[in-house]
């Protein structure tokens, strides 16, 4: 069992910057991998980013790469998202997730509750 506490969003300008970060519960956070989706108003849930176990693997989606970075501290039980140029269309809840299994977007075994991020322009 993994719990996932978010902290970190907040209102800020365009070309501005956050850091969302997750703490996580339990001993066994070093055997999951990572991540982070994002719910905006009306529409679905979406990947953004996500990374392996030891932090040597990441992906992201194509509308944040370049902007965002996902990192993690396995002794922290920590995993942050740097998200710099923000964007009116970032604003969404970003959750944190947690998934066994390293692939292409992860399938989610725990989730987070969930942090506002809003963008003004």
């Known amino acids: 069992q993994v719990q996932l506490v978010e902290s970190g969003g907040g209102l800020v300008q365009a070309g501005g910057s956050l850091r969302l970060s997750c703490a996580a519960s339990?001993?066994?956070?070093?055997?999951?991998?990572m991540g982070w989706f994002r719910q905006a108003p009306g529409k679905e849930r979406e990947f953004v980013a996500s990374i392996s176990w030891s932090g040597g693997s990441t992906n992201y989606a194509d509308s944040v790469k370049g902007r965002f970075t996902i990192s993690r501290d396995n002794a922290k039980n920590m995993v942050y998202l740097q998200m710099n140029s923000l964007k009116p269309e970032d604003t969404a809840v970003y959750y944190c997730?947690?998934?066994?299994?390293?692939?292409?977007?992860?399938?989610?075994?725990?989730w987070g509750q969930g942090t506002q991020v809003t963008v003004s322009s």
């Open positions: 339990g001993r066994t956070f070093k055997n999951y991998c």
């Open positions: 997730i947690a998934d066994l299994n390293w692939r292409q977007k992860p399938v989610p075994a725990y």
